[in-house]
């Protein structure tokens, strides 16, 4: 991955606190014969909730994976908070202020919760926190403030009850949760997350969606969020981009968006060519957040 580190030279457009807090522009990802993202400019404002929507395939998870700098666009510039990031290394990301969680998470399966969330937090300090005992006192200090701050957002996300339990003893509902926390713990300004509601039940899905507008209201966040859920999507969110085979085809307020022609073809489209597909038309949200499109 060609990248580069950070330096003040960085600093592109409006600059730092001005403008969108995410710009991206032109972006294109190609894997061989695939286009997984085609050309693709969107804006997300700050301090807000921007859903990203749109089929399976249509290239959300890849765009994540680019703007976490997973992968190298083909073309295109990714700017974040006035930085052009495009060539930056994924290592980065968390000193900048971006996490994210992983549509199939992406926890350490013979660890604690604990111990999950405070590898969230890791690069604020030096500490290696499985050679704990063998480190300098002033890197144990570091690591006694990882753990009060890892614990106080398992109380935040009423995790604390499963602190000390191992990852692989707990149900996958919990585990989005706890993946959350881990994605909190590094302190960002910029959070994706990449279906958050997979898996939940409806009762989930309205807890998780209550959470979230919490979180970015207290935390002072700008969300980025990939969900399959339309009611907790339109819910919640106060701008929507809707992506298929890696094109924009909309992009607005959830009302406009739910009814545009062709948000609805595109749901629709891959109903027809796929029985039993797990999509629906976003028009169908109704109220209830727990709707699975
Ligand atoms: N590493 C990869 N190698 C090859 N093709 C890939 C890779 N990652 C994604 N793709 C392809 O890119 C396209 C977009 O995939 P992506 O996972 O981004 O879709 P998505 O919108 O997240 O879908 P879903 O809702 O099912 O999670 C798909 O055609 C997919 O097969
Ligand atoms: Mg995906």
């Known amino acids: 991955m060609g990248a580069s580190m950070l330096s003040s030279t960085d600093a592109t457009c409006a600059g730092p606190g001005a403008g969108p807090i995410l710009s991206v522009s032109d972006l294109s990802l190609r894997f061989g014969g695939i286009v997984a993202i085609n050309a693709l400019s969107f804006d997300v404002r700050r301090d807000v909730i921007c859903g990203l ?41 968390a000193r900048l202020g971006i996490a994210r969680t992983f549509q199939n998470l992406a926890l350490m399966k013979s660890l604690t919760v604990l111990h999950n969330v405070m590898l969230g937090g890791y690069h604020h300090g030096r500490t290696r926190l499985l050679r704990a005992p063998f480190v300098p006192v002033s890197w144990r200090a570091e690591e006694t403030a990882l753990r009060v701050a890892a614990y106080r957002l398992l109380e935040r996300l009423q995790l604390d009850h499963l602190a000390e339990e191992r990852i692989d003893s707990l149900p996958y509902p919990t585990l989005k949760r706890v993946e ?31 959470t979230l507008v919490q979180v970015r209201r207290d935390f002072g ?57 797990r999509k629906a038309s976003p028009t169908a949200t109704g109220a209830a957040s727990g709707e699975h499109a």
């Not at 959350?180 to 279906?195: G, I, K, N, T």
């Open 53 to 93: 929507i749109g089929p399976n395939g249509a290239g959300k998870t890849s765009l994540f994976n680019c703007v976490s700098r997973l992968y190298n666009p083909t073309t295109g510039r990714i700017v974040f908070d006035g930085i052009d990031i495009t060539r930056h290394r994924s290592q980065a990301m």
């Open 180 to 210: 959350l926390a881990r994605a909190l713990a590094s302190q960002p300004r910029f959070l994706m997350l990449d279906e958050p509601a997979g898996g939940l039940s409806h009762a989930e899905v309205d807890d998780l969606a209550r």
């Open 221 to 277: 966040l700008t969300l980025l969020l990939v969900e399959h859920h339309m009611g907790m999507v339109m819910n919640i969110s106060d701008d929507i981009v809707v992506l298929d085979f890696g094109n924009k085809i909309a992009e607005g307020k959830p009302v406009d968006v739910r009814s545009d022609p062709r948000v609805i073809q595109a749901y629709l489209g891959k109903q027809r060519g796929k029985a039993g597909v």
